[in-house]
């Protein structure tokens, strides 16, 4: 199973990271993890993925240049760094796995966090 941590509320140009981890690191090192988000009204957006060994990362247009993606198998912790954050980032943000390549489609992944919000103000 994967819990998100780190949400909160961020004034427009901040930083802020999100933690996603593992409660089996062993089977966490055999996932592709992405993050996702999800704006009131809207559907649930890939924001970035990282392959199990961390040799490929994808990110979204949206944040590309902004956010960087990093994991930690040892740990079973994949960490989200958001930078230059936007009002238009304001989301519940969902961490999810799946075996084999990053895909950016939701019903593509086998396992979900149960989100955290993060709220960016003007």
């Known amino acids: 199973h994967l819990s998100e941590s780190g949400g909160g509320v961020v004034q427009a140009g901040g930083s802020l990271r999100l933690s996603c981890a593992a409660s089996?690191?062993?089977?966490?090192?055999?996932?592709?993890i992405a993050w996702f988000r999800q704006a009131p009204g809207k559907e649930r957006e890939f924001v970035a993925g990282?392959?199990?060994?961390?040799?490929?990362?994808t990110y979204g247009d949206s944040v590309k240049g902004r956010f960087t993606l990093f994991r930690d198998n040892d740990n079973g912790t994949l960490f989200l760094q958001m930078n230059s954050v936007e009002p238009e980032d304001t989301a519940v943000y969902y961490c999810?796995?799946?075996?084999?390549?990053?895909?950016?489609?939701?019903?593509?992944?086998?396992?979900w966090g149960q989100g955290t919000q993060v709220t960016v103000s003007p």
């Open positions: 999810a796995g799946r075996w084999g390549v990053i895909l950016t489609t939701t019903p593509r992944y086998e396992t």
């Open positions: 990282v392959t199990h060994s961390g040799d490929k990362v």
């Open positions: 089996e690191a062993t089977l966490f090192k055999t996932y592709t």
